[in-house]
């Protein structure tokens, strides 16, 4: 089973910065079937990235996804207030097995 | 658009067994399979397995093997998670999401089960 290992666990940032996400894998994600979802309290997921890189319907062009292999980013470019949330990584390359990252909580400093 | 629909909030005894559903509409139910992914009080999102609903093929998460089974109707476009012999630890929200093995563009709204004697 791929471990995935995100980091930091907590982010405080204001408005305005950039946030850099990291998800690192115990071992390759074939493919680069790597996804990103934003979670808010008391909501579902929203899949933000698949395949590393390519933005989900509707996503706004300041988040953008990158990596391959075992390592993979996400960034916000200019956080917006909305965007403060959890973030988890998931890679869904090891078939049968899907797993997810244990999270970056996302605060406003 | 696309929308995926579950059963309401369960409160179980330990040792019973859960059913939530999931309604699905707004795309062509056979051509997706449907993931199910918990999240206990608090803490991250854990895969519990999937099903196709072409063919019902389904692949469940190791620790969950013997105690969980995904079923669909094609019918009436509905997938089901069944969970049998509740411990206090499978005590979360249940989500559903469309995709198979792959990433889960849609989600369902949760369904919350307790389990408490």
């Known amino acids: 089973e791929i471990v995935l290992t995100q980091s930091p666990g907590t982010l405080s940032l204001s408005p305005g910065e950039r946030a850099t996400l990291s998800c690192r894998a115990s071992q390759s994600v074939s493919s680069s079937y790597l996804a990103w979802y934003q979670q808010k309290p008391g909501q579902a997921p929203r899949l933000l990235i698949y395949?590393?890189?390519s933005r989900a319907t509707g996503i706004p062009d300041r988040f953008s996804g990158s990596g391959s292999g075992t390592d993979f980013t996400l960034t916000i470019s200019r956080l917006e207030p909305e965007d403060f949330a959890v973030y988890y990584c998931q890679q869904y390359g090891s078939s049968p097995r899907i797993t997810f990252g244990q999270g970056t909580r996302l605060e406003i400093k | 658009q696309v929308q995926l629909v579950q059963s309401g909030a369960e409160v179980k005894k330990p040792g019973a067994s859960v059913k939530v559903s999931c309604k699905a509409s707004g795309y062509t139910f056979t051509s997706y399979g449907i993931s199910w992914v918990r999240q206990a009080p608090g803490q991250g999102l854990e895969w519990m397995g999937w099903i196709s609903a072409y063919n019902g093929n389904t692949n469940y998460a190791q620790k969950l093997q013997g105690r969980v089974t995904m079923t669909t109707d094609t019918s009436t476009s509905t997938a089901y998670m069944e969970l049998r012999s509740l411990r206090s630890d499978d005590t979360a929200v249940y989500y559903c999401a469309r995709g198979a093995d792959t990433a889960m563009g849609n989600w369902g709204q949760g369904t919350l089960v307790t389990v408490s004697s």
């Open positions: 395949g590393a890189s």
